[in-house]
């Protein structure tokens, strides 16, 4: 696609089940919705810096894909833009990007690394779920909120380092990441769903940072900041537990998945 090329439209090679190479040329701006969706022997792709948006879908079911260079210009992933890309290794998201919309790594399943610039304020739902390839991740200082399910189902993650400016975790967040052993919780977390880390089989402890005004941690357990109330209870913790006389409300959750929604969400009061 020669330089003289400012954007590439709407499905426009959507479905060529043969491509294997596409060199982009440095005039694109643009590479809309669908562009390469389906594009499945597509083994390699550089987007250069001249791009500043990449849309929904883009490379979305490029199931070949095994590199992916984002350029340094691009400020906003679309949804699922890189779904079910599942070559995909590794990912560099830069320091231009403001925003990682729903989906977009979503079944990325060989998926081991990945890196959040340092502007990016929001992480849309499901945006890396199913990556169960992926064993650690560290969230900027600059995200905000953690959405619906991001890594909902990454069996292989271990680590999770949480920023500093993140206010919400939300439903689901770190669901069924059954090998992941610690959190790290950073000080403006203001609400944390009973869900966000349901199926965390292997988790050993929680990890609050100390100046947080609304959660703490004591021996690994998540505890509201005046410690009266225990919110999570790590489910590999091993050993005995003696709750502290200063609890007063253990918090429990009851999901059953009916129709695909959760509900019977219960709060209980030790007598």
Same mark, same amino acid.
């Given at each position: ?14 479905? =060529? ?21 389906? =594009? ?18 883009? $490379? &979305? ?16 992933? &679309?949804?699922? %833009? ?22 977009? $790594? ?70 069924? =990441? ?18 966000? $880390? ?10 609050? %940072? ?62």
């Amino acid at each position: 696609i020669p330089n003289s090329v400012t954007s590439i439209g709407d499905w426009a090679f959507h479905d =060529c089940s043969s491509l294997e190479n596409v060199t982009i040329g440095k005039g694109i701006t643009t590479i809309s919705l669908c562009a390469f969706r389906d =594009c499945s022997a597509l083994k390699s792709i550089t987007i250069p810096d001249s791009v500043t948006s990449i849309g929904n879908w883009a $490379f &979305g079911g490029c199931s070949s894909l095994g590199n992916a260079t984002i350029g340094h210009s691009v400020k906003a992933i &679309g949804t699922a %833009a890189f779904r079910d890309c599942r070559a995909l290794k590794s990912i560099a998201i830069p320091d231009s990007v403001t925003s990682i919309e729903n989906g977009v $790594f979503y079944s990325c399943s060989s998926l081991e690394n990945a890196t959040i610039g340092h502007n990016v304020k929001a992480i849309g739902n499901a945006a890396f779920r199913e990556c169960s390839a992926l064993k650690s991740i560290t969230i900027p200082d600059s995200v905000l909120r953690i959405g619906n399910g991001v890594f909902r189902g990454c069996s292989s993650l271990e680590n999770a380092t949480i920023g500093h400016s993140v206010k919400a975790i939300e439903l689901n967040a770190f669901r069924d =990441c059954r090998t992941m052993k610690s959190v790290s919780i950073g000080k403006k977390v203001t609400s944390i769903d009973e869900a966000a $880390f349901e199926g965390c089989d292997s988790l050993v402890r929680f990890e609050v %940072a100390e100046d947080n005004a609304n959660y703490s941690s004591q021996d690994g357990v998540l505890l509201n900041k005046e410690k009266t109330e225990i919110i999570a209870f790590p489910k590999n913790k091993k050993g005995d537990y003696t709750i502290p006389e200063s609890i007063t409300a253990i918090r429990t959750v009851y999901l059953s998945n009916l129709n695909n929604s959760w509900n019977l969400i219960y709060e209980y009061a030790l007598q």
